[in-house]
């Protein structure tokens, strides 16, 4: 059984900086691809990074260079650290994990948003509002 718990979203000035964790469960590895997708109201869901079963990452053009992914093994954790926010980045943060996308990360961030409804596990979401 696999579960993603999000947390880290808040409320911040545009131009600060948010560190949203996923801790995952259930894992019996971390060959997983996971992903942050992020969605706004009255837009459609998003893929904004990715980390996959092979240590391969990749992001989204709007967060290239000041959006970074990684994630920490012993803690069964996948981190996205956000610096620069912007109000652009306002939306609901949700992390997603699938056992046999094991090389997402080579994936352009159009097919981690095409392939997002696909995903076998999602954690609850955390709210990120960024204020001019």
């Known amino acids: 059984q696999v579960q993603l718990q999000e947390s880290g979203g808040g409320s911040v000035q545009s131009g600060g900086s948010l560190r949203l964790s996923c801790v995952a469960s259930g894992f019996t590895d971390m060959k997983y691809c996971m992903v942050w997708f992020r969605q706004a109201p009255g837009k459609e869901r998003e893929g904004v990074a990715g980390?996959?079963?092979?240590?391969?990452?990749n992001y989204a053009d709007s967060v290239k260079g000041r959006f970074t992914v990684s994630r920490d093994k012993a803690k069964n954790t996948l981190y996205l650290q956000m610096n620069n926010l912007k109000s652009e980045d306002t939306a609901m943060y949700y992390c997603?994990?699938?056992?046999?996308?094991?090389?997402?990360?080579?994936?352009?961030?159009?097919?981690?948003?095409?392939?997002?409804?696909?995903?076998?596990?999602w954690g609850q979401g955390t709210q990120v509002t960024v204020s001019s």
């Open positions: 997603a994990a699938d056992r046999f996308y094991t090389s997402c990360g080579a994936w352009g961030v159009d097919k981690l948003t095409e392939y997002a409804t696909t995903f076998e596990y």
């Open positions: 980390f996959d079963g092979y240590g391969h990452t």
